[in-house]
């Protein structure tokens, strides 16, 4: 038997199940076996209970991995999905950006698609204990095992999954991940159970819980209502925040054209309509003006 000198020697991290030798070459997810940061800064820009409102609002102390293992073709953080653009991080300092957000007065720690470098952010979270006292916050596609989620869960308080697509076809098409919902629904699952219910503080920011977000995409948003059905019959209605989103921006041509315009109105009120139908006990809704660029902020390496 050949021993392994690096957890990415066979990576199978994520459900892409690749087992490629990330020492030697690229996996799926874009990523070598070098940990890549795109971004480490306060952010102001997620839900209210994450980042904060008003010209108080502490920010959410955001950490963007570079690579992404689903890798859809209409990733609104293109720029860095592809796992191209980054910084190449050890895990050390990985740890000591986690305390520089804390210092900066950052609510939480929000990992954004940490998944393919899961052993690095282990360590790194581990070795930032029990120095970092504010909570932890996963933000990721869905697209991870069971295993991987309750790694996470050691750490993290708060996991904020998309639920992207309910349709095989649909997830194909935009993701080659016939498998999305199957793998998808089991794991969003197990992050509501492991989370809690969510629980907020004075200031209503989350302490734990988990918030699953939804963007909608233009032409299939009937794709949208299908995943709100299997939500409320899957999972208590109070045991988690639905977070609907409208900010889709087509920045890149699509081969797909109903991929090339913005979410109508009608689109979005009727996913809306539909999940407040359903009776969900935590909702939040996007304004329409939220489709702008600004919501991505710029991967320019800050605080790496
Ligand atoms: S994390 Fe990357 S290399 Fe590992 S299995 Fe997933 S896609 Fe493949």
Same mark, same amino acid.
């Given at each position: 038997m050949i021993k392994l000198t690096s957890p990415y020697q066979h990576c199978t991290l994520c459900p892409r199940n690749c087992g490629v030798d990330r020492t030697q070459t690229r996996g799926r997810c874009g990523c070598t076996d070098t940990l890549l940061l795109s971004r480490a800064a306060l952010h102001f820009w997620e839900e209210p209970c994450i980042s904060g409102t008003g010209k108080d609002a502490p920010g959410?102390?955001?950490?963007?991995?570079?690579?992404?293992?689903?890798?859809?073709?209409?990733?609104?953080?293109?720029?860095?999905? +592809?796992?191209?653009?980054? /910084?190449?991080? %050890?895990?050390?300092?990985? %740890?000591e950006i986690f305390l520089e957000l804390q210092a900066k007065g950052a609510a939480n720690i929000n990992l954004v698609t940490p998944d393919h470098y899961l052993p690095d952010v282990l360590a790194a979270l581990s070795a930032a204990r029990p120095g970092l006292r504010i909570p932890v916050a996963c933000n990721c596609s869905g697209y991870e095992t069971v295993e991987t989620v309750r790694a996470l869960a050691e750490h993290a308080n708060i996991f904020m999954p998309d639920l992207k697509f309910f349709?095989?076809?649909?997830?194909? /098409?935009?993701? +080659?991940?016939?498998?999305?919902?199957?793998?998808a629904s089991p794991a969003i699952s197990e992050m509501v159970r492991l989370a809690g219910p969510p629980r907020f503080d004075d200031n209503e920011m989350l302490q734990s819980g988990a918030i699953i977000r939804h963007l909608i995409l233009p032409g299939h948003h009937k794709d949208s209502l299908q995943l709100l059905n299997w939500l409320a019959e899957?999972?208590?209605?109070?045991? =988690?925040?639905?977070?609907?989103?409208?900010?889709? %921006?087509?920045?890149?041509?699509?081969?797909?054209?109903?991929?090339? +315009?913005?979410?109508?109105?009608?689109?979005?009120?009727?996913?809306?309509?539909?999940?407040?139908?359903?009776? =969900?006990?935590y909702i939040y809704t996007q304004q329409r003006t939220a489709a702008k660029e600004e919501y991505t902020p710029p991967f320019d390496l800050e605080g790496i």
């Amino acid at each position: 038997m050949i021993k392994l000198t690096s957890p990415y020697q066979h990576c199978t991290l994520c459900p892409r199940n690749c087992g490629v030798d990330r020492t030697q070459t690229r996996g799926r997810c874009g990523c070598t076996d070098t940990l890549l940061l795109s971004r480490a800064a306060l952010h102001f820009w997620e839900e209210p209970c994450i980042s904060g409102t008003g010209k108080d609002a502490p920010g959410s102390g955001t950490v963007f991995f570079s690579g992404c293992s689903l890798g859809c073709c209409f990733c609104q953080n293109h720029e860095i999905s +592809r796992g191209a653009v980054g /910084k190449a991080t %050890t895990q050390a300092r990985l %740890t000591e950006i986690f305390l520089e957000l804390q210092a900066k007065g950052a609510a939480n720690i929000n990992l954004v698609t940490p998944d393919h470098y899961l052993p690095d952010v282990l360590a790194a979270l581990s070795a930032a204990r029990p120095g970092l006292r504010i909570p932890v916050a996963c933000n990721c596609s869905g697209y991870e095992t069971v295993e991987t989620v309750r790694a996470l869960a050691e750490h993290a308080n708060i996991f904020m999954p998309d639920l992207k697509f309910f349709s095989p076809d649909v997830s194909e /098409k935009f993701a +080659r991940a016939k498998d999305y919902f199957a793998v998808a629904s089991p794991a969003i699952s197990e992050m509501v159970r492991l989370a809690g219910p969510p629980r907020f503080d004075d200031n209503e920011m989350l302490q734990s819980g988990a918030i699953i977000r939804h963007l909608i995409l233009p032409g299939h948003h009937k794709d949208s209502l299908q995943l709100l059905n299997w939500l409320a019959e899957a999972l208590p209605k109070d045991s =988690f925040i639905l977070s609907l989103m409208s900010q889709y %921006t087509p920045y890149l041509q699509s081969p797909y054209a109903e991929l090339n +315009r913005k979410l109508s109105s009608y689109e979005y009120k009727a996913v809306v309509a539909h999940a407040e139908a359903l009776g =969900f006990a935590y909702i939040y809704t996007q304004q329409r003006t939220a489709a702008k660029e600004e919501y991505t902020p710029p991967f320019d390496l800050e605080g790496i």
